[in-house]
């Protein structure tokens, strides 16, 4: 997988800013019609790396090892070289071929973020509020966005005059050619800051933590996107926030598990609650719930709760509790004990099992009987 880090000469936590800038100078230095046809291999290498690392959902995959572009990365360097083509030729040819026709705003909009949160299970089956803590490009409190530090309006650019271009003659193999490029000092904007705020350094934005809140739907999964509005990055020069996307991971809980709209639980209960049947209260995430498990259960038998699972998403209908009984058969009993089950066995002899064991695909649900199982254990 290629170093595009390496490719614009940057280090792995570089800022926006810095990419940015790494490129504009890369893409002048090796542009095939300023550099030589030699240069147009590391033209593209500059602007696939500039294509990754310029995009926070890219630049997330490739930081876990993952490269967002196709395996074929020639064929997707060449197709993002491309696409961006009316910007790379208006940045060297933009007066002759109507490229850019005035400076950059410092205001410009955000970009979205992404960003992830875990939640209890019971805050999927109901819904609620949760916080959620994320380091964001947010408005400059120093200088409240403007960029300077004592709030002055910045001025014409000395350099190109307040048009954010600036005017070469360049050689080509078409011959000599008027190149319009953005005008280094002061990037494009055709003014400058006389007085940058040293918190921000003119941009009118820092990357601080910030605390939001996020209302959970009743019904996500795990693998769920939020998506919240204007709460992304906040844009250059106090520009107004991208969206915020929040993708929702769901934690494992200890008692209940989830399969689609419906919580399932297992309890396990003693021999004779399930020979005789029995009353008992099991926990469930409405508060403690009777359940009466009938006479003659057998193992993996199974009880539902109607309306107690998670709440459809978009919907106020809920799906189920489904119990399943995990019946506990005595591996060790008293000589009282096996006489009582010997006798329970002799008076119901006719409704056994006959001493060949039944055979059961696996497919079936159905296990062996209690009073099998207690033979088995008496052997």
């Given at each position: 997988?290629?170093?595009?880090?390496?490719?614009?000469?940057?280090?792995?936590?570089?800022?926006d800013?810095?990419?940015?800038?790494?490129?504009?100078?890369?893409?002048?230095?090796?542009?095939?019609?300023?550099?030589?046809?030699e240069?147009?291999?590391?033209?593209?290498?500059?602007?696939t790396?500039y294509?990754?690392l310029?995009?926070?959902?890219k630049r997330?995959?490739?930081?876990?090892?993952?490269?967002?572009?196709?395996?074929?990365g020639?064929?997707g360097?060449?197709?993002?070289?491309a696409?961006?083509f009316?910007?790379?030729?208006?940045?060297?040819?933009?007066?002759?071929f109507?490229?850019?026709?005035?400076?950059?705003s410092?205001?410009?909009?955000?970009?979205?973020?992404?960003?992830?949160?875990t939640?209890?299970?019971?805050?999927?089956?109901?819904?609620?509020t949760e916080?959620?803590?994320?380091?964001l490009?947010?408005?400059?409190?120093?200088?409240?966005?403007a960029g300077?530090?004592?709030?002055s309006?910045?001025?014409?650019?000395p350099?190109?005059?307040?048009?954010?271009?600036?005017?070469?003659?360049?050689?080509?193999?078409?011959?000599?050619?008027?190149?319009?490029?953005?005008?280094?000092r002061?990037?494009?904007?055709?003014?400058?800051?006389?007085?940058p705020?040293?918190?921000?350094?003119?941009?009118?934005r820092?990357?601080?933590?910030?605390?939001?809140?996020v209302?959970?739907p009743?019904?996500v999964q795990?693998?769920?996107?939020?998506r919240?509005?204007?709460?992304?990055?906040?844009?250059?020069?106090?520009?107004p926030?991208?969206?915020?996307?929040?993708?929702i991971?769901v934690?494992?809980?200890?008692t209940?598990t989830?399969?689609?709209?419906?919580?399932?639980?297992?309890?396990?209960i003693?021999?004779?609650?399930?020979?005789?049947g029995?009353?008992t209260?099991?926990?469930?995430?409405?508060?403690e719930?009777?359940?009466?498990?009938?006479?003659?259960s057998?193992?993996?038998?199974?009880?539902t709760?109607?309306?107690?699972?998670?709440t459809?998403l978009?919907?106020?209908?809920?799906?189920?509790?489904?119990?399943?009984?995990?019946?506990?058969?005595?591996k060790?009993?008293?000589?009282?004990?096996k006489?009582?089950?010997?006798?329970?066995e002799?008076?119901?002899?006719e409704?056994?099992?006959?001493?060949k064991?039944?055979?059961?695909s696996?497919?079936?649900?159905k296990?062996?009987?209690?009073?099998?199982?207690?033979?088995?254990?008496?052997?």
């Open positions: 997988m290629a170093d595009y880090y390496e490719t614009l000469g940057l280090s792995r936590n570089a800022t800013d810095e990419i940015k800038k790494a490129y504009r100078k890369l893409s002048r230095k090796y542009h095939p019609d300023l550099a030589g046809p240069f147009e291999d590391k033209f593209k290498e500059v602007n790396a294509e990754v310029s995009d926070p959902d997330s995959m490739y930081d876990q090892g993952v490269d967002p572009l196709s395996p074929g020639g064929a360097a060449y197709g993002a070289a696409g961006d009316g910007d790379i030729f208006n940045s060297f040819f933009g007066s002759a109507g490229g850019q026709s005035g400076p950059i410092r205001t410009q909009p955000g970009r979205d973020s992404l960003a992830s949160m939640i209890d299970l019971k805050i999927a089956v109901f819904g609620g916080s959620l803590k994320a380091t490009y947010s408005v400059c409190d120093a200088c409240s966005g300077s530090a004592d709030g309006a910045p001025v014409t650019c350099d190109c005059h307040g048009s954010g271009s600036v005017q070469r003659v360049v050689r080509t193999m078409l011959g000599q050619m008027m190149s319009s490029q953005p005008c280094e002061c990037e494009g904007f055709g003014t400058i800051i006389e007085n705020c040293a918190s921000c350094l003119g941009h009118g820092v990357k601080k933590q910030r605390t939001i809140s209302s959970v009743a019904g795990d693998g769920t996107r939020l919240l509005g204007s709460q992304g990055e906040v844009g250059e020069g106090g520009g926030a991208g969206d915020l996307y929040v993708d991971t934690r494992a809980h200890d209940f989830r399969d689609g709209n419906d919580l399932h639980c297992w309890i396990r003693p021999m004779t609650w399930a020979v005789l029995h009353t209260q099991i926990e469930t995430f409405d508060g719930r009777e359940i009466s498990i009938p006479a003659g057998q193992p993996d038998d199974t009880l709760l109607n309306d107690l699972g998670v459809r978009n919907r106020t209908e809920r799906g189920n509790l489904v119990v399943h009984l995990d019946v506990i058969i005595p060790k009993l008293s000589n009282q004990e006489k009582l089950i010997s006798d329970f002799e008076l119901n002899k409704s056994q099992l006959s001493d064991p039944e055979q059961k696996k497919t079936m649900k296990g062996k009987g209690f009073f099998e199982k207690l033979r088995e254990t008496f052997a």
